[in-house]
C-alpha cells in the first residue's frame, strides 16, 4: 500500500535490547505486578519562536500508566533522577 501510493517504505525496526548477564544468557525484565517495571523516555519539541524543549516521561510498564512527566529546556542527570 505505501508503495502504490507513492510513499517510502519505513525501515524496520530493531529488535529490542537485551539485558545479559555475564555467563552469556539474556534477563529481560518483565512486569509481574504494578511498580515492577519502570521506564523513561524524552520527548522534545520546538516552540512556536524556534527554542527547545524536552519532556521526560515515566512509566509504569505493567499498567502502562503515565507516572510523571517533567518538562523543561535542559534536564541533566540529577533532573532524571529526582523524577
Known amino acids: 500500500i505505501w508503495?502504490?501510493?507513492?510513499?517510502?517504505v519505513?525501515?524496520?525496526?530493531?529488535?529490542?535490547?537485551r539485558l545479559w548477564v555475564n555467563d552469556g544468557s539474556c534477563l529481560r525484565l518483565r512486569p509481574e505486578h504494578p511498580?515492577?517495571?519502570?521506564?523513561?523516555?524524552?520527548?522534545?519539541?520546538?516552540?512556536?519562536n524556534g527554542r527547545k524543549f524536552r519532556m521526560l516521561n515515566v512509566i509504569?510498564?505493567?499498567t502502562r500508566e503515565c507516572l510523571a512527566i517533567?518538562?523543561?529546556r535542559k534536564l541533566n542527570s540529577t533532573a532524571v533522577i529526582d523524577v
Open 3 to 8: 508503495r502504490q501510493e507513492g510513499l517510502k
Open 10 to 17: 519505513p525501515c524496520k525496526q530493531p529488535k529490542k535490547g
Open 35 to 48: 511498580n515492577h517495571v519502570w521506564s523513561y523516555d524524552f520527548v522534545e519539541d520546538r516552540t512556536h
Open 60 to 62: 509504569d510498564e505493567f
Open 70 to 72: 517533567r518538562v523543561d
